[in-house]
């Protein structure tokens, strides 16, 4: 009887380690810093796109709809079908694929003249997105909890200001091209 107890408090004691009174697993500042602005980042522009549709099909008669699905449409596909491969793929090509798919998007959003180019470009941010979301997430799985703290700061943060941000930039009368060619600074100079 004596063995079956101590067999149960060794086996629990290995699922629920004791928190370090110490306090020496704290994260570095720098980590903590760049999960938020990646959360921030990722966030920022799936909510930037979503304050733009309108603007994004002006003077078509493409329902404003369209662009929500061509937001949704990706992230909704890469959730569903990536976590049974994306652990076999390296952190470093991922936050490449990340930025050049959020750049490439952002960029076909504010240049494209034709409307099924510009929801091209929406897709594309939306798979950045997705995929940005799924390898963040699983990342902060290596470094303490203060990590996915920072990482959701920095959503919230993200999905927050950037439709102040897009109202604020449209109400002293910069356009759409303008905003979106400087969120794409902000993303080349953080990636």
Known sequence: MA????ERETTEMELFPA??????????????????????LIYAIYSLIISG???ILAGTFV???????ANVGPYFVITVVAPYFIQKIAYFPR???????????????????????????????????GLGELSFIAMTSFYHDTAVSAFSAGTGTGISLAPLYYTGILFIRLT??????FMCIIVFTNF
């Open 3 to 6: 063995d079956e107890t101590t």
């Open 19 to 40: 928190k370090e009174e110490n306090h020496q697993a704290k994260e570095k500042p720098v980590t903590i810093l760049a999960f938020y602005i990646f959360g921030f």
């Open 53 to 55: 549709a309108q603007d």
């Open 63 to 69: 329902p404003t709809s369209a662009v929500l699905v």
């Open 95 to 129: 936050v490449m694929a990340i930025f050049f798919l959020e750049a490439t998007g952002l960029i076909m959003v504010a240049t494209a003249k034709r409307v099924g180019v510009r929801l091209l470009g929406v897709s594309l941010s939306s798979f950045g997105f």
């Open 176 to 181: 759409i091209l303008t905003i979106i060619y």
